[in-house]
């Protein structure tokens, strides 16, 4: 399986972005993705999950009502859309997946992803 994310750049404070990761070699239907991200001496974070049969979503507090997470299972794609976006969610933002039995099932904890894509770099200026 492999992960290649996209979209990434530098904006302006409030500003918006929308990035992309494409998934190979699996068949995306049955991965849980997430998108973390980490910030220049920082630990990575989750910052949201969605469940296969996109109906269960995971956000961290500090994104949650300005982030959303999609994706398009016929395009084996996970989408992050990032409004409102300040200096301090400027960071490297990679996308995971896991194979999940169960739909809702969301995962959150870096340890319980499989896969990881290099990562797409995000950097917001003031």
């Known amino acids: 399986v492999q992960l290649v994310e996209s979209g990434g750049g530098l904006v302006e404070a409030g500003g918006s972005l929308r990035l992309s990761c494409e998934m190979s070699?699996?068949?995306?239907?049955?991965?849980?993705m997430g998108w973390f991200r980490q910030a220049p001496g920082k630990e990575r974070e989750v910052v949201a999950v969605?469940?296969?049969?996109?109906?269960?979503?995971f956000y961290s507090d500090s994104v949650k009502g300005r982030f959303a997470i999609s994706r398009d299972n016929a395009k084996n794609t996970v989408y992050l859309e990032m409004n409102r976006l300040t200096p301090v969610d400027t960071a490297v933002y990679y996308c995971?997946?896991?194979?999940?039995?169960?739909?809702?099932?969301?995962?959150?904890?870096?340890?319980?992803?499989?896969?990881w894509g290099q990562g797409t770099q995000v950097t917001v200026s003031s």
């Open positions: 995971a997946a896991r194979l999940s039995v169960f739909g809702s099932t969301l995962y959150v904890g870096i340890d319980e992803y499989d896969y």
């Open positions: 070699g699996g068949i995306f239907s049955g991965y849980v």
């Open positions: 969605m469940g296969w049969s996109g109906g269960a979503t």
